[in-house]
T-cell receptor, first 111, second 114 residues
């Protein structure tokens, strides 16, 4: 069985500050890991994904995440927050066609 | 190449009525997933379908809810005798299958039960 835990349902940062959204996973097989972003009243958009290979994954809008097997983590980071980054972020784990989502983290960016 | 399409985008029903939510997957995708998102909550898996087959419905309530993905036409999520607790956003996602990893999401249908 696979599952994801996102630490912190709400994160608030100042514009220009580092963004760090935490995700830990549980999987009995090597996982595929994803971060999705959801803007208000919209569907989910893929930010980045890890399947195999390089453990540091770069995504869209300047986001990146690092797969750390020893820590079972896949935290999402961005060096400098922008106002347009305010949204809900979901971490997900899958293998094959079985995808499970975390509860989400709402990111607020203060001017 | 159009993305995943869902309609209607907004649906209002009175208690006891039926709700039908439609999902057209991306071209070439034969796998469809339905998720429910309650206010202030994450996405909850409901059902996974391939053409004409339900593969996994472990997340779908046993009563009042059903899903299909016919050979022709969109996937349908059907909720009979809706109750206020069914009010949520329902998202459909599709993938090409065959070990593909990423799911592509539609814009969702927001169901309000009065």
């Amino acid at each position: 069985a696979q599952s994801v835990t996102q630490l912190g349902s709400h994160v608030s940062v100042s514009e220009g500050a580092l963004v760090l959204l935490r995700c830990n996973y549980s999987s009995s097989v090597p996982p595929y890991l994803f971060w999705y972003v959801q803007y208000p009243n919209q569907g989910l958009q893929l930010l980045l994904k890890y399947t195999t290979g390089a453990t540091l994954v770069k995504g869209i809008n300047g986001f990146e995440a690092e797969f750390k097997k020893s820590e079972t983590s896949f935290h999402l980071t961005k060096p400098s927050a922008h106002m347009s980054d305010a949204a809900e972020y979901f971490c997900a784990v899958s293998r094959g066609n079985d995808m499970r989502f975390g509860a989400g983290t709402r990111l607020t960016v203060k001017p | 190449n159009a993305g995943v399409m869902q309609n209607p985008r907004h649906l209002v029903r009175r208690r006891g009525q039926e709700a039908r939510l439609r999902c057209s997957p991306m071209k070439g995708h034969s796998h469809v997933y339905w998720y429910r998102q309650l206010p202030e909550e994450g996405l909850k898996f409901m059902v996974y379908l391939q053409k004409e087959n339900i593969i996994d419905e472990s997340g779908m309530p046993k009563e009042r809810f059903s899903a299909e993905f016919p050979k022709e036409g969109p996937s349908i999520l059907r909720i009979q005798q809706v109750v206020r607790g069914d009010s949520a956003a329902y998202f459909c996602a599709s993938s090409p299958g065959k070990g593909a990893d990423e799911q592509f999401f539609g814009p969702g249908t927001r169901l309000t039960v009065l």
